[in-house]
């Protein structure tokens, strides 16, 4: 296979020239002359993807060749961000890329800005795995990232007078270079009908299941670039499609609609990614997209990737599947029905190979995020599944009785299948007995799991517990997002830090050279002028110079507490038109939120309808001086947050402790030189641990404290009436401030904090507000803060993808780079 060398004719500007020109003229069809912009990023993509492709054909032989373990990552979300930018950095091609385009009258910064991102993700999930799929590559790791190619991703947020609007995310409509279909290398995909026992060739009982429709899986694959390294991994991701698309006699008859039908029932199943991020909604057609993925992915593997004669009792020698919270947990039941009804396994035999080919991490400490399929969906859907969950639970009760004779109790704890309120599958219980090791994403979070979501099964199997804090990529967040400060990172400690993130320590000693601490803060100071240049031009914001930038983005969910940040907005703005505050004594500061809300959760958007009528008033009030901004870009995204991290001064992290199993925003933030203002919870712990007390704004209960007022009964409403400035900042709500006069447009969120308050917002606000105080003494000492803040890098080379990469591979994986 021809590879390009790397310091071949085509590493040269000319070669990248003669091949960007080629691609515009053949597969854009068009001149330079008469080109669009979007022709000319579609040819500069293919054309970067030609410079990877010998890679990835290399990859692909070598990996086939060796025979080695690999990584089936099986995700039902990848939140990849742009490609182009991340393909020039991985091959090394931005310089000679920026030249060559230069030569050609054009300009790769605005190219870039072309792409769509592929927003096939949520949240913290999907953005997770694609860090961790980029930290393998750039490890050698033999990996294959399954997932589905949503026709609409995560839908894009408008706001209309201050409320989220949804528009379907068309991110395919001009064209995706970066994805390769082969349609030669369909499944099909089996659902509903029934099952049939019959006694095979050896008159052993068999079972068969007789399907009563079915679509085809089309893969499409996508380029994973190693950093600098030449290998290429893969990311396949399932598309679905009828069998028979179009039924010709019908339509011939007339019935043009029914003639089609079959195709538009198929494709829906991989038409639109849910955009729920904690609250299942149970709805079929998710499960169609569970079972679709999970289905194609295994057989792909099993007959495309394994040789036709290999013995599956050695599977687990050639594949770790891991299981990306519970979403694709019915690959569990699915490899035992290939194992024993196609491959004539008995069921010992095909318990063996599977318990030891599945790893689960979950991700999440919300009960109601946990999913429980409805028996009478999964059996009308799956029914040959549903058989095989039912007998894995026998065996799984056998045990338990065993282990503690008598205990029904427990038993029923335990059992996969819960009775109330309808009967449903567990599938976290599912999961963790089926899998050779459980893992939390945070040292906290794993704690609580074993300690409160899956006692039973953590007494019964301690070992299969584990943890593996999450990490985040630096080629992305750190060496892409903030060119500024990777520079003066690597002139100074040179540039292994890259793939060695721990180096990030030999920074240390940096924080008391005040030529440094300048060079660092005139980074931070050029981000921030660039993400004004860029809230400018896309929302109209205008973002003051000299502020400090306290930035708040993930989802918008109650337990991440957006309102209790909103609390402390309302409170300064509240003090300064009271008079209470002299304006001159409030700290320049713009607080910028970036957050999307699930379309079903109400309280999450009158939230963000509360906070753009806040930051419309506040923002407008001349009595401020301009010294307080709020900021909602709408459709925050990766894209969004490459530019907003680098330039953040502030990160809030800020949820009830025991709610966020770890947050990965929170160490994008301290990597790019943010301090943060956050609880102990989630990674937040680890963080504060490694940068140290001095340099981590605290605040707020811990788990066990929030677990005590939970139990002793927590009322909000006293809160209120005890904290002068609490109630001040809600009765400003309440008196119709923000609504121009209406008194009751946010009673919900308002009498929701003051008679419910699930995430105690009431019961930490003081403590927040003491802290946001120390923020703005430390922030007035400019050479104490940029101290700080180079500190927070130094010692946060711990949180790289790489890092958990390494943990998984050894703890649970047991797989070897390749060399
Ligand atoms: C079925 C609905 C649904 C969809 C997605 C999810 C995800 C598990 C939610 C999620 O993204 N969890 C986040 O995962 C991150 C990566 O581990 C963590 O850093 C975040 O703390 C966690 O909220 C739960 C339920």
């Known amino acids: 296979v021809a590879t390009a060398p790397v310091n071949g004719p085509l590493f040269s500007v000319d070669g990248f020239v003669k091949e960007f020109i080629h691609e515009l003229n053949t597969a854009q069809g068009v001149a330079l002359a008469r080109s669009s912009v979007n022709d000319q990023y579609l040819a500069l993509a293919r054309t970067v993807k030609n410079y990877l492709m010998a890679r990835w054909l290399d990859t692909n032989r070598k990996t086939r060749e060796a025979k080695v373990k690999t990584v089936g990552y099986l995700s039902a979300e990848y939140l990849l961000g742009r490609q182009l930018g991340n393909a020039l950095l991985a091959s090394d091609l931005n310089e000679i890329a920026d030249k060559g385009l230069e030569l050609c009258g054009l300009d790769l910064v605005t190219l870039r800005n072309q ?121 396949r991701l399932w598309s679905a499609q009828a069998t028979k698309a179009f039924d010709l006699p019908t339509f011939n008859a007339g019935d043009y609609a029914q003639a089609v039908r079959a195709q538009t029932f198929a494709e829906n199943i991989s038409k639109v990614l849910y955009p729920e991020d904690s609250t299942p909604q149970g709805k079929e057609l998710r499960l169609q997209q569970q079972y679709f993925f999970v289905a194609c992915s295994l057989r792909d593997f099993i007959d495309n990737e394994l040789e036709d004669d290999f013995d599956l009792h050695h599977l687990d020698e050639r594949i770790i599947l891991q299981l990306n919270d519970t979403h694709p947990v019915i690959a ?25 080919c599945f790893a689960y991490t979950c991700h999440t400490l919300l009960p109601e995020a946990l999913e429980v399929w409805p028996t009478e969906l999964l059996g009308r859907l799956l029914p040959r599944h549903l058989e095989i969950i039912y007998a894995i639970n026998e065996q799984l009760l056998e045990e338990v009785r065993e282990a503690y004779p008598g205990d029904e109790l427990r038993a029923r704890r335990m059992s996969i299948i819960a009775e109330f309120p309808e009967r449903g599958v567990r599938m976290a219980y599912l999961a963790t007995y089926a899998a050779t090791k459980v893992n939390g994403v945070a040292a906290l979070h794993s704690q ?60 240390e000693p940096f924080a008391d050279d005040p030529d440094f601490r300048a060079q660092f803060a005139a980074a931070k100071d050029w981000n921030k002028r660039r993400l004004a240049e860029v809230l400018r031009k896309r929302d109209g914001i205008d973002l003051p110079d000299g502020h400090l930038l306290d930035v708040m983005v993930k989802r918008l969910h109650e337990y991440k507490r957006q309102s209790l940040k909103l609390l402390h907005v309302v409170s300064l703005y509240e003090q300064v038109i009271s008079g209470k505050l002299p304006v001159d004594q409030l700290t320049p500061r713009t607080v910028v939120f970036g957050a999307k809300a699930a379309p079903g959760y109400k309280m999450a958007k009158d939230t963000i309808h509360l906070i753009n009528r806040v930051a419309a008033t506040v923002s407008a009030d001349p009595r401020l001086e301009g010294r307080l901004k709020v900021a909602f870009p709408a459709n925050y995204n990766v894209t969004l ?16 402790a025991g709610m966020e199993a770890s947050g990965t925003g929170n160490m994008k933030f301290a990597l790019n030189g943010a301090l943060t203002i956050g609880t102990d919870d989630g990674a937040n712990v680890e963080i504060r641990e490694l940068v140290g007390d001095k340099h981590f704004f605290l605040f707020g ?113 047991h797989t070897q780079p390749m060399m």
Not at 346 to 351: F, G, K, L, N, V
Not at 752 to 763: E, H, I, V
């Open 448 to 507: 609580l799991l074993r300690d409160k979501v899956l006692p039973d099964f953590s007494e019964m199997w301690p070992d299969r517990f584990t943890n593996v804090t999450n990490g985040v990529t630096p080629r992305r967040f750190v060496k892409m997002a903030n060119p500024k400060l990777s520079e003066l990172i690597s002139d100074t400690i040179g540039g292994g830090w890259v793939t060695d993130l721990e180096r990030l320590r030999e920074l």
């Open 115 to 235: 792409e769509v991102e592929p927003g096939l993700g949520n949240g913290g999930l999907g953005r997770l795995a694609a860090c961790f799929i980029d930290s393998l590559a750039t490890m050698n790791v033999p990996c294959i990232g399954y997932g589905i190619r949503y026709e609409y991703g995560i839908f894009r947020q408008t706001f209309v007078d201050g409320r989220q609007v949804e528009q379907p995310d068309t991110w395919l409509a001009l064209g995706s270079p970066w994805e390769f279909p082969h349609p030669d290398a369909s499944v099909q995909v089996n659902f509903g009908g029934h099952t049939e026992k019959y006694r095979d060739a050896d008159g052993k009982e068999r079972t068969h299941w007789l399907p009563d429709w079915n679509v085809l899986g089309v893969p499409y694959n996508y380029m994973v670039p190693g950093y600098l390294n030449g290998r290429v991994n893969t990311l």
């Open 701 to 813: 209960m811990n788990e066990p404290q929030v677990a005590e007022l939970g139990a002793k009964g927590y009322n909000p409403e006293s809160y209120y009436e005890d904290n002068p400035q609490l109630k001040a900042a809600l009765d400003l709500v309440l008196s119709g401030h923000f609504s121009g006069g209406d008194q009751h447009l946010f009673d919900a969120v308002v009498y929701n904090l003051l008679n419910s308050d699930r995430f105690m917002a009431l019961a930490d606000f003081q403590s927040y507000v003491d802290a946001q105080a120390r923020v703005e003494e430390r922030y007035a000492d400019t050479d104490a803060w940029t101290r700080s803040a180079v500190l927070n890098v130094a010692r946060s080379g711990f949180f790289s993808s790489d890092r958990s990469m390494r943990e998984y591979i050894q703890r649970i994986w």
């Open 641 to 656: 947050a490459e530019k907003l991290i680098p330039a953040a001064d502030l990160s809030e992290q800020i949820s009830l």
């Open 332 to 356: 569990v039941p699915e490899l035992m029905r290939i194992l024993m009804d196609e491959k004539g396994f008995d069921w010992d035999e095909a318990w063996a190979v599977t318990t030891k």
